[in-house]
T-cell receptor
Framework: SQQGEEDPQALSIQEGENATMNCSYKTSINNLQWYRQNSGRGLVHLILIRSNEREKHSGRLRVTLDTSKKSSSLLITASRAADTASYFCATDEGNNRLAFGKGNQVVVIP | NAGVTQTPKFQVLKTGQSMTLQCAQDMNHEYMSWYRQDPGMGLRLIHYSVGAGITDQGEVPNGYNVSRSTTEDFPLRLLSAAPSQTSVYFC???????????????FGPGTRLLVL
């Protein structure tokens, strides 16, 4: 079932600004993952955060996880035009499935 | 490594026709899965497999069949295509499925299917 729900669903920012998007989910999870999809392409894994972790960094990406609120956020710092894409959160409930959200479209204006 | 490959890239079918979407990976991954992506719906899991000879249904399995005779290949069959199956289909694989430590899923480039 669709578990992750991203917010906001569309975001337009200027190059150099930070972009923040949130994901909420409904049930207990083992881990949460974020993926990026460029137009017309497959999804690419960005970062994974486990249920016992609260924050994780990878380059210009910062992910937080609040299991008490069942939410996660993805922050992209110093955005670039190449960051224009759709971003999806996906939750792993431990049943050999990943449940993806509906996605968040980010447009970075040069 | 080629990663995850999918063929064809684009296909047009008439209602009632059958076809097989091919998916192959060369990373010796045990876990493979099929998703469909529709506007505003995100990705929905159709079928998945945790190893050769083992398959299971996902969220939206109706109208689709799968089999896993080898580790490398995981074809998706549409037995009698319907307009509601117009979508973009993605195949993905990971080393051994999902668990507490989680695993990265590697996605193919997708197959765009139009059913008239």
């Amino acid at each position: 079932s669709q578990q992750g729900e991203e917010d906001p669903q569309a975001l337009s920012i200027q190059e150099g600004e930070n972009a923040t998007m949130n994901c909420s989910y409904k049930t207990s999870i083992n881990n949460l993952q974020w993926y990026r999809q460029n137009s017309g392409r497959g999804l690419v894994h960005l970062i994974l955060i486990r249920s016992n972790e609260r924050e994780k960094h990878s380059g210009r990406l910062r992910v937080t996880l609040d299991t008490s609120k069942k939410s996660s956020s993805l922050l992209i710092t110093a955005s670039r035009a190449a960051d224009t894409a759709s971003y999806f959160c996906a939750t792993d409930e431990g049943n050999n499935r990943l449940a993806f959200g509906k996605g968040n479209q980010v447009v970075v204006i040069p | 490594n080629a990663g995850v490959t999918q063929t064809p890239k684009f296909q047009v079918l008439k209602t009632g026709q059958s076809m097989t979407l091919q998916c192959a990976q060369d990373m010796n991954h045990e876990y493979m899965s099929w998703y469909r992506q529709d506007p505003g719906m995100g990705l929905r899991l159709i079928h998945y497999s945790v190893g050769a000879g083992i398959t299971d249904q996902g969220e939206v399995p109706n109208g689709y069949n799968v089999s896993r005779s080898t580790t490398e290949d995981f074809p998706l069959r549409l037995l009698s295509a319907a307009p509601s199956q117009t979508s973009v289909y993605f195949c993905a694989s990971s080393y051994s499925g999902q668990g507490f430590f989680g695993e990265t899923q590697y996605f193919g480039p997708g197959t765009r299917l139009l059913v008239l």
